[in-house]
């Protein structure tokens, strides 16, 4: 893999409520940013481990995973394996992750496994800089788990589903964004929101985008993820959207979320210099 001089994107993806899409989010915007050439790696923090399976990973051949990094008994390049993506890597997950905060709670450093993990393979003679990104995907809960990974990251990414209860919970998650940034992370910040599961069948679906537009203002990205059968179906075949239907509407609205980001990472780049 070629080095690159750029250091990487750290992007938490969390919602601590489930079914909003953001593991199909971690998986197509992983394979979206990879597809337009930059180099990827998705880092599994879910014990489900959907971002994983997704991906053709089987986990049950998987001796080591991201539980292994917690607790200190692997270091991050020894987890890491390449998908069936181009410049598109991950870090599975296995279920032994519903017992890390357990074996971690008593430990000074909890807080900062991941982001020492991610450190040491920076230092490492196989660096972190080879990826332009990298995406992490969260549990659905705002346990230690997903602090760990804002602690890791430079910023979060927030899905949100189109659906009456949108707004609900969003308060609580961009709470523990900002104690997290004010205890353990002073350079963390919301990305932005990317609202998913939009069906133009239904007036209810065009409301709560006009509604979180309202009330979050430009943190919200202009694509918006629609419901797409294809992209339901590419998980169960073991493929990220953008390989089984790369014509579908979903894989478009991922590339061009894709592209979204890398303009706003440019602009807050030009805005920081």
């Known amino acids: 893999m070629t080095m690159l001089t750029k250091s990487p994107r750290v992007l938490a993806l969390a919602n601590q409520k489930g079914g909003v899409g953001k593991t199909t989010t971690a998986i197509n915007l992983g394979t979206a940013l990879a597809a337009i050439g930059e180099n990827v790696l998705i880092v599994d923090l879910d014990p489900q481990g959907n971002a994983s399976t ?3 990973i089987d986990r049950r051949s998987r001796k080591r995973s991201t539980y292994d990094v ?6 991050l390049g020894d987890v890491v ?7 598109l890597w991950v870090a599975p997950s296995t279920l032994d992750l519903l017992g890390v905060e357990l074996e971690i709670a008593a430990s000074s450093n909890r807080a900062f496994r991941l982001r020492e993990a991610i450190a040491r393979y920076a230092a490492s003679t196989e660096a972190l800089p080879q990826f332009s990104y990298v995406l992490v995907d969260c549990p659905p809960s705002l346990n230690l788990l997903t602090i760990n990974a804002m602690s890791a990251s430079h910023s ?3 899905p949100l589903q189109c659906e009456f209860f949108a707004l609900e919970g969003l308060s609580q998650l961009l709470s523990t964004v900002e104690q997290v940034k004010t205890s353990l992370n002073p350079e963390l910040t919301i990305h932005g929101i990317v609202l998913t599961m939009f069906d133009a069948r239904n007036n ?3 409301q709560v985008v006009a509604d979180v537009r309202q009330h979050m203002g430009e943190t919200v990205y ?3 993820i629609p419901r797409n059968v294809r992209v339901s179906e590419a998980p169960s075949y073991g493929k990220p959207a953008l390989l089984y239907d790369l014509k579908c509407t979903g894989s478009q609205a991922y590339l061009r979320l894709a592209s979204e980001i ?3 990472e440019r602009r807050l780049r030009a805005e920081a210099a």
């Open 262 to 264: 890398i303009q706003r």
């Open 222 to 224: 202009e694509t918006v």
């Open 156 to 158: 979060v990414l927030v």
């Open 81 to 87: 394996v390449e998908t069936a993506v181009p410049r």
């Open 204 to 206: 209810l679906s065009g």
């Open 70 to 75: 917690l607790v200190g008994e692997a270091g």
């Open 54 to 56: 997704g991906l053709g």
